[in-house]
């Protein structure tokens, strides 16, 4: 079995900051690309951004200029630092993983459960 879980959601005046944190864990022989993405109430989910275990980063034009995404490979960990946030980012953050895990030989994506985040004075 392979989880993926995000923490770091939460409450924040407009202009705050918040860094999200997900990490994949179980039985994972390898962790592929890892994204986070977003979904605000009574919208499509939309991409944040990307990260390969390399390193190279992917992200949605919209998205550009305050978010940052990195990753830690030695802990299968992916964050999402958010900065000079406003209230049009309120929505539920989820972040996915590409997984090899120890018994199956190719990549499924694997969806945490999402943490809130609410942008709000």
């Known amino acids: 079995q392979v989880q993926v879980v995000e923490s770091g959601g939460g409450l924040v005046q407009p202009g705050g900051s918040l860094r999200l944190s997900c990490a994949a864990s179980?039985?994972?022989?390898?962790?592929?690309?890892m994204g986070w993405y977003r979904q605000a109430p009574g919208k499509q989910r939309e991409l944040i951004a990307t990260?390969?275990?390399?390193?190279?980063?992917n992200y949605a034009d919209s998205m550009k200029g305050r978010f940052t995404i990195s990753r830690d490979n030695a802990k299968n960990t992916v964050y999402l630092q958010m900065n000079s946030l406003k209230p049009e980012d309120t929505a539920v953050y989820y972040c996915?993983?590409?997984?090899?895990?120890?018994?199956?030989?190719?990549?499924?994506?694997?969806w945490g459960q999402g943490t809130q985040v609410t942008v709000s004075s």
């Open positions: 996915n993983a590409a997984v090899i895990s120890l018994h199956y030989s190719d990549y499924i994506v694997y």
């Open positions: 179980g039985s994972i022989f390898r962790v592929g690309a």
């Open positions: 990260i390969t275990s390399g390193g190279n980063k």
